[in-house]
């Protein structure tokens, strides 16, 4: 049973409508991370959560928010999708300090048509 | 802003090669870690190095995090086609919690 799991794992939207991503994780970690992931710009962090109800942004937030209303489920909304969203998102869990490493799931691989 | 700058960006070899990818910055970073991710997956973890001067090594792996914390190679002995795959690095800039900062990476892929 994988301790972190993405859905949907592929979503095709059309632009201006809302998205929402789901990230569960069953390893009971603090902290939680959306990524995206696009050819020449790398991994870029897009809000992370250090508790329940405790988030803070990341290098490129516009356009998103984010919830985290229980330890194992964060959301990432995607208000009015554009074109430029289209990517692979990528959650990651951790449980924090510099020497533990993240968890990733799997992606989801988001198209705004 | 801290920036991880990866080389080579691609690489291609036979397998049995041996070969050396490379992370740079100019900030000091508290801990590196280099990821390897698949098509289609998400990064997995291969090692953390937190002390100036370590080695690491997972097999045919060898990690090495510089003295002044400020770089970090990769470097793998007889390469095999499983290991091809996009090497990441990612850096952590304080001693306590701190997001990471991610690499572009290097894409390395090992034929037969």
């Known amino acids: 049973d994988a301790g972190i799991t993405q859905s949907p794992r592929h979503k095709v939207t059309e632009t201006g409508t809302p998205v929402t991503l789901r990230c569960h994780q069953t390893?009971?970690?603090?902290?939680m991370y959306w990524y995206r992931q696009d050819p020449g710009h790398g991994l870029r962090l897009i809000h992370y959560?250090?508790?329940?109800?405790?988030?803070d942004k990341g290098e490129v937030s516009d356009g998103y928010s984010v919830s985290r209303s229980k330890t194992e489920d964060f959301l990432l909304t995607l208000e009015s999708a554009t074109s430029s969203q289209t990517s692979v998102y990528f959650c990651?869990?951790?449980?924090?300090?510099?020497?533990?490493?993240?968890?990733f799931g799997s992606g989801t691989r988001l198209t705004v048509v | 802003t801290q920036l991880l700058e990866q080389s080579p960006q691609f690489l291609s070899i036979q397998e049995g090669e041996n070969l050396t990818v490379y992370c740079n910055s100019s900030?000091?970073?508290?801990?590196l870690q280099w990821y390897r991710q698949e098509p289609g997956e998400g990064p997995v973890l291969l090692v953390t190095?937190?002390?100036?001067?370590e080695v690491k090594k997972l097999k045919r792996l060898t990690f090495q995090f510089g003295d002044a914390r400020k770089d970090s190679s990769l470097h793998i002995t007889a390469a095999q086609p499983g290991d091809t795959g996009l090497y990441l690095c990612?850096?952590?800039?304080?001693?306590?919690?701190?997001?990471?900062?991610f690499g572009k990476g290097t894409m390395l892929l090992v034929s037969p």
């Open positions: 990612a850096g952590g800039v304080n001693s306590g919690y701190s997001t990471l900062t």
């Open positions: 990651a869990i951790s449980e924090g300090g510099r020497y533990y490493g993240y968890t």
């Open positions: 900030s000091v970073f508290s801990s």
């Open positions: 190095v937190v002390t100036g001067g």
């Open positions: 390893e009971n970690h603090r902290y």
């Open positions: 959560s250090y508790g329940v109800k405790d988030t």
